[in-house]
């Protein structure tokens, strides 16, 4: 038994939520997701709940009985609430500029770093921070992680791009050895 598919989902006012066969469709005030979950499960929706029951119960049903509730769970509040992800900079000479569509990284390199975001995303560049921005929780994951990757916090100055908590052990650097 799946502890996270069992719970039935509470869909908020001003929300809709369509089931066509095994895809489903979310439509609220910040936007539409469509997705086609895994096959061997039973979505209803009754009292503005959704339930997700397996239609056979076997190993890979019950497996994907979660993973079909949390997809569920998050396109729901994806388009009511929107999801966010914090990246912090660090670093000499290091900015972030929003320019249209994209994001223009100044990281310590010979040359400036352009991202373009993907349709769905928009970014929000402060003094040392970057906030990515989107309905969908996994497209706003994948953007952080792959901002993150052109420059990763070094452990010995701290400098690059982590995510805001993220902790970065430290490690001492070399010593000056005695003599005598």
Same mark, same amino acid.
Request: aromatic content about 6%.
């Given at each position: 038994?799946?502890?996270?598919?069992?719970?039935?989902?509470?869909?908020?006012?001003?929300?809709?939520?369509?089931?066509?066969?095994?895809?489903?469709?979310?439509?609220?005030?910040?936007?539409?997701?469509?997705?086609?979950?895994?096959?061997?499960?039973?979505?209803?929706?009754?009292?503005?709940?959704?339930?997700?029951?397996?239609?056979?119960?076997?190993?890979?049903?019950?497996?994907?009985?979660?993973?079909?509730?949390?997809?569920?769970?998050?396109?729901?509040?994806?388009?009511?609430?929107?999801?966010?992800?914090?990246?912090?900079?660090?670093?000499?000479?290091?900015?972030?500029?929003?320019?249209?569509?994209?994001?223009?990284?100044?990281?310590? +390199?010979?040359?400036?770093?352009?991202?373009?975001?993907?349709?769905?995303?928009?970014?929000?560049?402060?003094?040392?921070?970057?906030?990515?921005?989107?309905?969908?929780?996994?497209?706003?994951?994948?953007?952080?992680?792959?901002?993150?990757?052109?420059?990763?916090?070094?452990? +010995?100055?701290?400098?690059?791009?982590? +995510?805001?908590?993220?902790?970065?052990?430290?490690?001492?650097?070399?010593?000056?050895?005695?003599?005598?």
């Amino acid at each position: 038994m799946s502890k996270i598919g069992k719970k039935p989902i509470q869909i908020p006012s001003g929300v809709d939520v369509k089931i066509d066969g095994s895809s489903i469709s979310v439509k609220g005030p910040k936007g539409e997701l469509k997705r086609k979950l895994p096959a061997g499960l039973e979505v209803k929706i009754e009292n503005s709940q959704l339930t997700i029951k397996p239609t056979l119960i076997n190993r890979e049903s019950k497996t994907l009985w979660g993973l079909a509730g949390s997809m569920a769970k998050n396109m729901i509040k994806g388009v009511s609430e929107g999801f966010e992800k914090v990246l912090e900079f660090q670093g000499v000479g290091y900015k972030a500029v929003v320019k249209g569509n994209g994001l223009e990284l100044g990281l310590g +390199y010979s040359h400036p770093v352009f991202y373009t975001a993907p349709e769905g995303i928009t970014f929000k560049a402060e003094k040392n921070s970057i906030t990515v921005q989107g309905i969908d929780k996994e497209l706003v994951g994948k953007v952080a992680a792959e901002i993150r990757s052109f420059r990763e916090p070094e452990p +010995y100055k701290g400098s690059g791009i982590k +995510y805001k908590g993220e902790i970065i052990i430290r490690k001492a650097g070399k010593k000056a050895v005695a003599t005598g």
